[in-house]
C-alpha cells in the first residue's frame, strides 16, 4: 500500500457573464440589473481611459512609473461597487478601480504615482490603506484592521487585493492563518493575473488554482472568473456579507490576465508569448459587458460616445488639477515624520530650507523617468 | 512597592489597558503563559482576552497586524519574545510602521508599541541573547528606548504606550530580576527623548543604556574610592537622542566613555561618538567605547568573556584618564 | 446560489500499531519485522533514558535551556531509521533520537545544549544542518539544500522537522510552495505535539489538520500517528523513496503530545490542563512497541533490563566526557567568524586574549540558569 | 571595453558562471527577463535554467534557500531586486548566513554573494531607494561591500563571489548606467577590506562609498580650482573595515569629510567618525558628515532636495577649511 498520495481538489471557477456576453442561467437577480451593469459597464470605460491617459503622461515625462491596470479592471470594479462606505480597502497597486468607486479622487491617484505623498492623504475614504509597494505586506495589515473591527464588536468587512506573485510571500500565508484563526471580517482577492513582472504562475507556484491555499489557514477558497465583473460582485458581496455578519475569512481567486507591460519600466515582449496574450485580449471585460449591454439593455454608439465624452472632460480635469499642484513645502519631509518633530531634527530641518533656499532652481517635478528597474 | 523590572513592566501593562480602551497586548505566549518572562502576568485574567491576545507564532505577522490595529486608532503593545526574533519583524516595523504617518501625510497613524527583551547576561540558548539596537535606531520614524531599571521601565513604557508613534522598548534581560527598586504606580511617565543622568561627576562622563547603565554605576562607585568621579548618564531614549546633556557633561569633563553592550562596529555608540567629534569640543583625552567585540553572541560557555563588564569600563575610565 | 463554501477535506491518520500495541492487518511487510521493532524500540528507551539524564543535568546547573523530547520518540527514532546515510536532515531542537541515529555523538548533543558550538561540529553527518532555533528558519535551509541535490541531480533527500507553532511562519510556506514548483527532493515532518510553548494548536490555526497545509504548496499531504513508530517509518520511508526518485516534495503531519514542559525554562502546568495530558499518556510511543514486542517477539523482563544496563553505561559515559571536555579556547568566538580573520579585527582578539588572561578566574561552566525565558 | 556599471556586474557574472561550475545565479526576474535592471541579460540563455534561477517572489525564501544551497557548497548569487526589499531577508542573513561557520566551528560554512540595487536618484517608486546599509555592516559574520564604478563593480562581485564567507555587495541605482568605464574581462578581482584611493589630496579627506564617490571625485574637481586639494577615499569594503587608510589620510590632512547617502544618525559615516575620534589623531578642524537627514526617502518629487549632492559635499568642504 502506499500512504503518499496527491491531495489535489478541484474548485470551479464561477463565471456569470462568459466571454461573448453571454449570462448564465443561474445569474443571482442582483447580477440580472441593467442598473449595475450600465454602471459597472460606465466605471470600467472610465478607468480603463483614465489608465491610458497616466500612461502617456509617464511617458511626456509628467509621472513617475506607473503600473497600469489594462484589463483587470473588472475585478476592482466587482470589489469597489461591492464593498459599503465603512467597510476599509487595503489595496495593492493595480486598484485604481475600487479607489475611484470608494472616493479617492483622480488628482489624488495622480499625485500618488506622480511621487507626491498628499495623493494618499485620501478626503475620501479616511479608513481605507494607501497603495502598498512591498509586495503582500498589506495582507497582515488588513487582518490587523480586521482584528480591529472584531475587538471593537464592528459589523464593518476589510478587503485587501493581491497579485498572484504576491501569494508566494510568507505574509499572505500567516495572515490568511490568523483570519482563520481568529475569525476575522476579512476577504482577501488575488488578482491572479498569470505574471509577477516576467515569472509567470507556472513559476510561481505548484497548485493548480490559487484559491487552493485557503485551505492552508483552513477558510473557505473561490474562484472566480476575473474579467467577468457579475461573477466578481457576486462572489465578493457575498464574501463581504458573510464577514459583516461574522461568519469569517474568505479567499478569492479572480483569474484575469496582464494585458500591459508590468509597469512602465516593463517590456513585456521580453518574457511573454504574444499569441497568449492575445488569447487573453478575447476575455478581457469592456467588451463582454458592452455586448451583454447592447443585446439586453440597449446600448447604443450614441450610449457610447455620451459617455465618452463625459469622462473626458472628468478625466481632463483632474489632469488638469495635477498639473497644477503646488509643489508641496520641503519641509513636509519632516513635518509628518512624528506627531511632533524632535528637537535633535530641528537643526536639519533648518538646514533644509538654507538648502532649498539656495537651490531654488532644484527641479520639483520628476524629470523623466529612465529605465527605473521594474 | 519594591519590585522587579519585570514586574515594573507587568505594573505598566496593567495600567495602560485600564486608563486606555484601546490598548492591546499582543503577541507570543503573553495571555494564558503570562509572557516567557512572566512580563504580563494576570493581565489577560484581568482584562479579558479581548485586550491580551496570543498570537500565532509569527513575528512577521504580529509587527504587520501591529500596524494595522494601530491604523484603526487602538494603541497595540506587542511583545516580540526575544531581540533575536525581531529580524523578522523589520519590514513591517521599517517599511510600515515607521512610514504610515508619513506616506498618508498624517492620515494614518501608528502608536505602536513594541516591548523587546534584549542582550545576554542569562545563560539562554543561542539568539536569546542579542542587542542589535543599532538596526533600529537608524530608522527614520521610529523611536528607541531602552530601560535600565524597574523605575525607568515603568516610567518610559507608560511614555511609549502613550505615544501617538511607533516606539520600540528594550528590556534588559539580565535586569529582570536582578535588581529592585521601589515603584509608585502612580501613571507617571518619564519623558521620551531625554537621557537620564543618575550619577554626577567631574572627571569622566559615562554613556550608557540598558543592563551596561549598571555596570557604569558600579564602575563609578568603584572609581570614586579611588578618587575618580564620574558622571553616568542613562541613554534611555536612542532616538530621539538627547544630545544636548550629553555634550554638556563631556565639555565638563571633558572625557567620555561609551558602553554598550551590542558589538562595537556600527553600534549606536558609534553615533554619541561621531556627534561628540562632530561638536568640536575639545576633549582631554580621546573618547573610548567598551562594547561587546565584533563577534557572533558565544553560547553561554564563553559568553562571560564576550559581554563587557564592570571591568571593562573601569579599564576604559582609568585608560581616559592616563591618556590625557 | 451561494458561492462561498468550506473547501474542507478529510485526510485520514495513518497508523499501524495502535495505543495497546495491536498491529494493524495492512501493516506492509517491513513493519512486520522484529527486528526493526527491537531497533526502534532500543533506539526510544535509550532515547528517553538519555533526555532524562540531560534534564536532571539541566537541574543541577551543569547544561544550559534544554527541550525535551520526551513522548516524542517515535516520530524521530523512525525518521533516523528512514533516512540513509547520505541524505541530509535539518532539525529542529526535539531531533535528539534521529541524530542519534544518523550518527551524531551524545557528548556532541550534550555540549550543544551545554552552551558549546564545537557541539554542532558533528563527527558524524557532516552535511546536516545544526539544530536551529529561530523557529521554522530551518525548512528554506532544507529547500536550498535539496535545490543543490535537484541541481547536482544527485539521488538524495532532505528531509526538515518543524514543530506544530513553527507552520504558523511564513518560512515554512513560502519553502513548501517553492519545494512543489521546483519539484524538489524534500520531505518536511511536523512535529504536531500540540503546543507551541503555552499556545495550543486550536489558537495556533483553524485548520482541521496540518497536513492539508500542503495543498496551498500543491503536493502531498500525510497524516500519521507520531507515536506509532511503525507507522512513521513506512511513511517516512515512502516519502524519503519518492523524493530520492524524483517525484517531489511530501509533508508529513505527525500527530504527537509534548508529554513535558517545552523547556527547562517553563512550567506547562501554569497554561496546560493535566488531564489532557494524562490521556496523552496513553498513547505514548514506548509502551506500545513494548506491548508488541512482549506479544510477538517473546521480549521479557531480562531483555529489558540488560538493555537498560547497556544503555545506561552508554549515557554515562557520555556525560563523563561531556563534563570532562576541556574548555574552548576564548578566541573561537573570532576563529570560525570567517575563513580567515580581517585584519580589523586582529586587535579586539588580541584584547580577548588579555582580558581572558586578567580574569583567569571567569567561570567558563555555565552558571545554573535562572528563568531563561522560554 | 566601455561599458556601464550595469554591464560590468553581468561581465563579472557571466565570467563566475564560467569559472565555477557551483556558480548559481538566483532571484526575481533575473532568468527569463535578464533582470529589472538587466543585470543579469543573456544568462540564462548562456548558462541554462539550472545556473540562473527565476525563484517565487519572497525575499525571505532567497535568502533561507541561499543559505542551504551554500551549505550544500554552491556559491549562490542571489539578487534582491531593490535594497528596500531586503528586510524580509535579514533574518536568514543575520541569523544564519552570517553565522553557519562559526555555530558549526567550520563544519558548514556560506559562500553566499547577494547583490542589491540601492540608493536613490532614479525616480523609482516608494521603497525603492533605500540606503539602509548600516543595518548589514553591524552584523559579525556578514562582508558588506559597495561598488562605486564599472571596474569596481566588476572587481568588487568577482571577489565576492569567491570569497568563502557571505558578502552584501550594494550597487548604486543611479550609477547602472550614467557612467562608462574602461573593463577588461580578466578574471582579476579586486581585494575586499581595503579602500580605494582615488584621488590624492593634501588638505582634506574626503570619505565615501556607493553612488557619492562620484559626488566626491566631482567635489574634489571643482574645489581644486579653488585651490582645495582633497584626497578621495573609496571605502568600497564597509565591513571588514579598512581603518589604516583612512587614518593615514586623515593624518595627514588633518581634515575629514565623510560622505554617505544613507541618512545621518546610525549610518555607517558614524563608525568611521568614531574610529577617528578614538584614534586620538588632532584634527585641524572637527570633522563632518555629509549624508541624508534623518527623514524617510521622500517620493520622487521632493527626492532631488533630500539627497546629499555634490554641492553639499563641496560646502562641508568648504567649512571644515573655515573651521580651523
Ligand atoms: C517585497 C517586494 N519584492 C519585490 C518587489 C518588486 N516587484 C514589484 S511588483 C512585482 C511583481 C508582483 O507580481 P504580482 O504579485 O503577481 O502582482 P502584479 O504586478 O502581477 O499585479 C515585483 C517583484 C516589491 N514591490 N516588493
Ligand atoms: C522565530 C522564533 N520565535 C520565537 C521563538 C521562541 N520559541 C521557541 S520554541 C517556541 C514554540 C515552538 O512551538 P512548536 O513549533 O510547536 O514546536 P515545539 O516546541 O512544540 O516542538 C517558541 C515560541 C523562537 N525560537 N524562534
Ligand atoms: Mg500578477
Ligand atoms: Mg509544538
Known amino acids: ?374 | 512597592m519594591l519590585i522587579t523590572l519585570v514586574e515594573a513592566v507587568d505594573l505598566a501593562l496593567a495600567r495602560a489597558l485600564r486608563e486606555d480602551e484601546n490598548v492591546v497586548v499582543l503577541g507570543e505566549d503573553v495571555g494564558r503563559n503570562g509572557g516567557v518572562f512572566r512580563a504580563t502576568v494576570g493581565l489577560r485574567e484581568q482584562f479579558g482576552p479581548r485586550r491580551v491576545l496570543d498570537t500565532p507564532l509569527a513575528e512577521n505577522l504580529i509587527a504587520g497586524i501591529s500596524v494595522g490595529m494601530a491604523a484603526q486608532g487602538l494603541r497595540p503593545v506587542a511583545e516580540i519574545q526575544f531581540f533575536g526574533f525581531i529580524y523578522a519583524a523589520l519590514e513591517h516595523l521599517i517599511s510600515h510602521a515607521a512610514r504610515l504617518r508619513n506616506r498618508t501625510r498624517g492620515r494614518l497613524t501608528c502608536p505602536l508599541t513594541v516591548r523587546v527583551p534584549f542582550g545576554g547576561g542569562i545563560h539562554a540558548p543561542e539568539h536569546h541573547s542579542e542587542s542589535t539596537e543599532a538596526l533600529l535606531a537608524h530608522i527614520p520614524g521610529l523611536k528607541v528606548v531602552a530601560v535600565s531599571s524597574p523605575r525607568t521601565a515603568y516610567g518610559l513604557l507608560l511614555a511609549a504606550i502613550r505615544d501617538p508613534d511607533p516606539v520600540i522598548v528594550l528590556e534588559p534581560e539580565r535586569l529582570y530580576r536582578s535588581v529592585k527598586e521601589e515603584v509608585t504606580d502612580n501613571g507617571e511617565a518619564l519623558p521620551l527623548g531625554r537621557c537620564l543622568t543618575w550619577r554626577e561627576g567631574r572627571d569622566v562622563t559615562l554613556v550608557s543604556w540598558g543592563a551596561m547603565v549598571q555596570d557604569c554605576l558600579n564602575a563609578a562607585a568603584e572609581l570614586e574610592r579611588g578618587g575618580i568621579s564620574c558622571e553616568v548618564i542613562d541613554v534611555a531614549s536612542l532616538r530621539p537622542l538627547d544630545m544636548a546633556t550629553i555634550l554638556d557633561s563631556v565639555a565638563a569633563t571633558g572625557r567620555c566613555v561609551i558602553v554598550h553592550e551590542a558589538c562595537r562596529s556600527g553600534g549606536f555608540g558609534a553615533e554619541i561618538a561621531a556627534r561628540i567629534a562632530e561638536s568640536g569640543l575639545e576633549l582631554i583625552a580621546p573618547l573610548r567605547r567598551v562594547a561587546a567585540p565584533d563577534v557572533i553572541v558565544p553560547y553561554l560557555k564563553l559568553e562571560p568573556l564576550y559581554l563587557p563588564d564592570t571591568a571593562d569600563v573601569i579599564a576604559a575610565v582609568r585608560a581616559v584618564m592616563e591618556d590625557a
Open chain 1, 1 to 374: 500500500m502506499t500512504f503518499v498520495r496527491d491531495t489535489a481538489i478541484d474548485l470551479p471557477v464561477h463565471c456569470l457573464l462568459d466571454a461573448d456576453g453571454q449570462l448564465a442561467p443561474h445569474t443571482p437577480a442582483a447580477g440580472r440589473d441593467p442598473a449595475l451593469w450600465r454602471r459597472a459597464y460606465a466605471h470600467m470605460r472610465l478607468v480603463r481611459r483614465f489608465d491610458e491617459r497616466i500612461y502617456q503622461l509617464q511617458r511626456t515625462g509628467r509621472l513617475g512609473t506607473y503600473a497600469s491596470c489594462l484589463g483587470q479592471e473588472a475585478l476592482s470594479t466587482a470589489i469597489g461597487l461591492a464593498m459599503q462606505a465603512d467597510d476599509v480597502l487595503a489595496p495593492y497597486y493595480r486598484d485604481q478601480a475600487a479607489q475611484l468607486l470608494r472616493g479617492v479622487r483622480m488628482v489624488e491617484i495622480l499625485r500618488y504615482w506622480g511621487g507626491d505623498e498628499r495623493g494618499s492623504d485620501f478626503a475620501g475614504p479616511r479608513e481605507d490603506l494607501p497603495d502598498c509597494v512591498p509586495i503582500a505586506t498589506q495582507i497582515p495589515h488588513a487582518a490587523g484592521i480586521a482584528t480591529a473591527i472584531k475587538l471593537r464588536q464592528q459589523k464593518r468587512a476589510v478587503l485587501a487585493t493581491i497579485g498572484d506573485g504576491g501569494t508566494s510571500r510568507g505574509d499572505f500565508y500567516e495572515a490568511l492563518n490568523l483570519a482563520g484563526v481568529w475569525h476575522l471580517p476579512l476577504v482577501v482577492v488575488i488578482n491572479n493575473n498569470q505574471w509577477a513582472i516576467s515569472v509567470p504562475l507556472s513559476a510561481q507556484t505548484a497548485c493548480r488554482t490559487l484559491a487552493q491555499k485557503a485551505m492552508a489557514a483552513g477558510i473557505p477558497g473561490v474562484r472566480v472568473d476575473g474579467n467577468d465583473v457579475l461573477a466578481m460582485h457576486a462572489v465578493v458581496g457575498e464574501a463581504l456579507a458573510r464577514a459583516r455578519a461574522g461568519k469569517g475569512p474568505t479567499l478569492i481567486e479572480a483569474i484575469t490576465y496582464r494585458l500591459c507591460d508590468h509597469t512602465t519600466a516593463d517590456d513585456m515582449s521580453r518574457y511573454a508569448d504574444a499569441a497568449q496574450r492575445d488569447a487573453a485580449q478575447g476575455r478581457e471585460p469592456l467588451r463582454r459587458l458592452r455586448a451583454l449591454l447592447e443585446r439586453e439593455a440597449g446600448w447604443s454608439e450614441e450610449d457610447e460616445a455620451a459617455l465618452q465624452r463625459g469622462q473626458g472632460e472628468v478625466i481632463e480635469a483632474a489632469i488638469a488639477e495635477y498639473l497644477a499642484t503646488p509643489a508641496a513645502p520641503p519641509t513636509d519631509m519632516f513635518d509628518y515624520l512624528f506627531a511632533e518633530l524632535p528637537e535633535e531634527l530641528l537643526e536639519q530641518r533648518a538646514a533644509l530650507v538654507e538648502k532649498r533656499e539656495q537651490t531654488s532652481s532644484a527641479p520639483t517635478a520628476p524629470a523623466p523617468s529612465g529605465r527605473g528597474g521594474e
